[in-house]
């Protein structure tokens, strides 16, 4: 397989992931910059608003990062009590609410790893993961493929694959994920580029094996 077929062909396989391409923009919100200023002054319907904005890219990003529903629900739920406990400190400092919203996500994601490594794993959790990912995917080969991307992205450094799973499954931008992970968005263009072309030589030697 060449290396762009490979590359073309890991993208493809990234982006298979339940409710398809979907990404929430703040523009598509159209008043996010009021909802923000309604919440931190204590509206609880904004707040409400906000939520049901951002979860599901926050859960995709999670149900990737946890290994079972269960866990990936708890981060869900730990990320948007942590955000509304500290809303009213929030600043516009030119990074997007979402870049906020998952660096928030990433240090519950963080924690719950480090409770997970105290405590027995579910034996069903991986098959659990993949087949949940792949709701609504052709199963024939759905499942297969997800459980290649599962490996490829554990075999990455860490900050590759929460930046893998941020810009696949979250749904951010270069400048969003750099605003999350205090990185430029070239540097974050960089080190994307570095991990795709790592799973895809890994894809490409299981092509040849």
Do not use: N
């Not at 629900?73 to 406990?85: L, N, P, R, S």
């Not at 030119?94 to 794993?121: D, E, K, N």
């Amino acid at each position: 397989m060449s290396h762009a077929r490979s590359h073309s062909r890991l993208r493809r396989m990234l982006r298979r992931r339940p409710g398809g391409a979907q990404r929430v923009h703040e523009d598509d919100l159209g008043d996010v910059y009021e909802l923000v200023e309604a919440a931190r002054a204590g509206d609880r319907s904004a707040l409400g608003e906000l939520f049901d904005a951002f979860h599901a890219r926050i859960y995709r990003f999670a149900r990737v990062r946890c290994a079972t529903v269960e866990d990936a629900e708890d981060v869900v739920a730990e990320t948007f009590v942590a955000a509304w406990k500290s809303i009213e400190r929030f600043e516009w400092t030119g990074a997007p609410f979402a870049a906020w919203l998952f660096a928030i996500a990433r240090s519950q994601v963080a924690g719950h790893h480090r409770h997970a490594a105290s405590r027995p794993q579910a034996e069903s959790g991986g098959d659990e993961r993949v087949v949940e990912l792949e709701s609504g995917v052709d199963e024939s080969a759905g499942v297969e493929q997800r459980m290649l991307v599962d490996a490829y992205l554990a075999e990455l450094p860490e900050r590759q694959r929460t930046i893998v799973t941020m810009r696949f499954y979250g749904g951010l931008d270069a400048g969003e994920i750099g605003a999350a992970l205090g990185m430029s968005a070239a540097a974050v263009r960089q080190q994307q580029l570095k991990a795709l072309e790592k799973m895809a030589m890994k894809m490409r030697r299981e092509q040849v094996a």
